[in-house]
């Protein structure tokens, strides 16, 4: 799932988390680092919106400790396409 997708599924939490996003969203749209300074500082930036937004997502009970890339993923999944009856 992209970054966007990811947005859009979270939009109704609030402005802090909406933020979090859009700095995913640029970070992730940057230029490639091409040093290893940059790469490491890259990474940890990306590390750290990646935690305070999981921990966003446990606050807004989408996900629970301990959480898995699968629990971050299943609460950005769209709602399933319902069976029809054969």
């Given at each position: 799932m992209d970054i966007a997708t990811a947005g859009s599924r979270i939009k109704p939490l609030d402005r802090y988390?909406?933020?979090?996003?859009?700095?995913?969203?640029?970070?992730l749209s940057s230029r490639a680092p091409t040093t290893a300074p940059e790469a490491v500082a890259y990474l940890r930036a990306?590390?750290?919106?990646?935690?305070?937004?999981?921990?966003?997502?446990?606050?807004?009970?989408?996900?629970?400790?301990?959480?898995?890339?699968?629990?971050?993923?299943?609460?950005?999944?769209?709602?399933?396409?319902?069976l029809s009856p054969c």
């Open positions: 988390t909406n933020n979090l996003v859009a700095q995913a969203r640029e970070l990306l590390g750290q919106l990646t935690s305070e937004l999981v921990d966003q997502l446990i606050a807004a009970h989408l996900v629970s400790p301990p959480v898995s890339e699968q629990d971050v993923l299943s609460a950005f999944a769209p709602p399933a396409p319902a």
